[in-house]
């Protein structure tokens, strides 16, 4: 399709290697350098440090890399980068990187997109009646945040203005990918195939090395973790993209690997919603195209809505966790019942002191057995670690934890050690509000040099219906005599989260082994293996173009982000505790020489 547009992704997270965008720019021959920082945790740490010091709410680390150390290599390569490091202050981000460059000597522009910030009409939107978009709860009385995600056009209209670095606040994480490929390539806005095309660009490189082998369920085959490509996307005019990493750098872009990021946090593969289009990501394929490139197509794309997803905070109590390492015989019996000591002793002093009893309380036991070596595996953990967490409306009601937590090491369980951190912090619940505003209430603009550009947005939209659903595959029972083999056996996976739901996608290693899959797979038979950690239902989505299926689990994850008190309040573990559900196959199958033998469970 003519000329090509590469784009590289040199984070997928506030935290994330500086080693990506250096690797990029040196190495990566790229027009674009696309940087993801917002994952909802980060707004929340944002929030707060905004609070603390209104000059701030930006990631700083972005600044100091791309505005003094990174500079003037950007210049000399004539890459151009995309970031959302702006968090809750764009203009702030821009302020302070735009003094950066003046320091570093480099001549680079600079726009901001602003308009997410809905604060200023947020009881305008209190007094329309907006609620949560699951549970239908009214807005809260006191918000911290209110962002709308805004899409890619806005992006657009900045490079189009000379912006050689464009840092925006809240937006949808493909958007930093899809804004720069609507202005290289003339896009419009009602091109929808390829708007949906860009999009899943930019959802496969979004998250950094996940898409170049990182988090592989088939870890074992992925090199050089401490060296891993960032991905690279290029991409054509008509849609076509091609997934690929440097020369040289670990890790491994693969269909399966690809696959995998693919599916990571979607909902209805039929109605991915997003600001600038509807995406259909039901008939996707990956295919290899050579070593370490991926050929992706298959994505459509429908009118998109006529409303932004917009997400709230508020200040929600305080919360504090604390871990500590339990040694000896009976480690996991010894570790439950200090835990609950613990909180026994805390509820005594939240009465002594006139507090109302915790909101929420956790105690979770994880044992490995690193340290104990091959007795640890006699059947019984010789070594666990055990976080107790607690939630209270006051502060004061979780210091208790935090100043009592150390005294089991002299007053409960011998074996107690791995305090040397020092008591437990206390700090806010920042919990999450989804919502969705009518498009018409949000003023997207461009500000760059002494210029505001307003953004025109197509407001009209269609309702969030799904494409039609191919017929449902008929699971007949495998021929001959079963035998049950773990899910890894069959098929490989990703998990993450959106608020409150984790979704697992789930992916058959062979066609031919897709049926049993959904056999077994029912949205029942899941909710089941989560029983303990579900609170609400969950539903089932079919990727016949990737031979999977994709799980919703609602409730999972005990208000997610900073509001949960789990260890894993992302679901990252998910897709792994799945892969132990025993599944029936032909027993065929696991005979010598075909496909799944060894693997009878």
């Not at 026994?344 to 939240?350: G, H, S, V």
């Not at 210029?451 to 001959?480: H, L, N, S, Y």
Request: with cysteine; net charge negative.
């Amino acid at each position: 399709m003519g000329r090509k547009v590469r784009i590289g992704c040199g984070g997928g997270f506030w935290g994330d290697s500086e080693l990506g965008p250096i690797q990029l720019v040196e190495q990566g021959e790229v027009d674009y350098l696309v940087m993801d920082y917002l994952a909802e945790i980060t707004m929340s740490l944002l929030v707060r440090a905004r609070a603390r010091q209104p000059e701030l709410g930006y990631v700083p680390d972005f600044v100091d890399l791309f505005g003094r150390r990174l500079a003037p290599q950007l210049a000399a390569r004539k890459i151009k980068v995309v970031a959302n490091a702006g968090g809750v202050n764009p203009l702030g981000c821009r302020d302070a990187l735009e003094a950066a460059l003046k320091a570093a000597g480099v001549d680079l522009k600079v726009a901001a997109v602003t308009g997410d910030d809905l604060m200023p009409i947020a009881e305008t939107l209190r007094s329309a009646g907006v609620t949560e978009m699951a549970s239908g709860a009214a807005l809260p009385p006191k918000l911290l945040s209110m962002n709308a995600y805004l899409g890619a056009l806005p992006i657009a209209e900045a490079l189009a203005a000379g912006a050689d670095i464009v840092v925006t606040g809240r937006c949808v994480d493909s958007a930093v990918a899809l804004g720069p490929l609507i202005h290289e390539f003339g896009w419009k806005a009602d091109d929808y195939d390829l708007l949906a095309a860009g999009s899943l660009a930019g959802h496969i490189i979004e998250c950094g090395t996940q898409a170049t082998g990182g988090v592989s369920t088939d870890w074992r085959d992925v090199d050089g973790w401490d060296h891993m490509g960032y991905p690279i996307v290029e991409c054509d005019a008509g849609g076509g993209m091609v997934v690929t990493k440097p020369a040289g750098t670990g890790g491994a872009v693969t269909p399966n690997n690809v696959a995998e990021q693919i599916v990571y946090e979607i909902g209805d593969p039929r109605a991915y919603l997003l600001p600038d289009v509807t995406c259909d990501f039901s008939g996707v394929t990956v295919t290899a195209d050579g070593p370490d490139r991926v050929r992706v197509a298959g994505a459509r794309g429908r009118a998109p809505t006529g409303r932004y997803k917009v997400s709230a905070t508020y200040g929600d109590g305080f919360k504090t966790s604390g871990t500590l390492m339990i040694g000896g015989r009976e480690a996991g019996a010894k570790a439950r019942r200090t835990g609950e000591a613990m909180l026994a002793m805390c509820r005594r002093l939240l009465v002594a002191r006139g507090l109302p009893d915790y909101l929420k309380t956790s105690i979770e036991v994880l044992g490995a057995g690193d340290t104990y070596g091959p007795a640890a595996f006699d059947g019984q953990a010789r070594e666990v670690i055990l976080k107790v967490a607690v939630h209270h409306q006051a502060k004061e009601g979780a210091e208790i934890l935090a100043r009592e937590f150390l005294t089991s090491a002299t007053g409960m369980a011998q074996g107690i050690t791995g305090f040397a951190g020092g008591r437990p912090k206390v700090q806010p619940v920042v919990r999450l509000f989804s919502c969705l505003v009518d498009k018409t209430v949000v003023e997207a603009k461009v500000l760059i040099g002494d210029r505001e550009i307003a953004v025109a947005i197509p407001t009209a939209g269609q309702d969030a219906v799904p494409a039609a659903a191919p017929p449902a595959a008929v699971d007949p029972a495998p021929p001959g005599g079963t035998v049950r083999v773990p899910l890894i056996a069959l098929a490989y996976g990703r998990s993450g989260d959106k608020g409150d739901i984790a979704n697992i996608g789930i992916l058959a290693r062979r066609p031919d082994f897709l049926a049993p899959i959904r056999a077994a797979l029912t949205a029942e038979a899941v909710r089941a293996h989560f029983a303990h950690l579900l609170t609400g239902r969950v539903e089932r989505f079919d990727l016949p173009g990737l031979h999977g299926l994709n799980f919703m689990l609602h409730g999972a994850l005990d208000g997610g982000g900073t509001a949960s008190l789990r260890h894993d309040p992302q679901g990252k573990a998910f897709a792994q505790m799945l892969m132990d559900l025993p599944v029936p196959v032909p027993q065929a199958w696991t005979e010598a020489g075909r496909p799944l033998a060894g693997w009878v469970s």
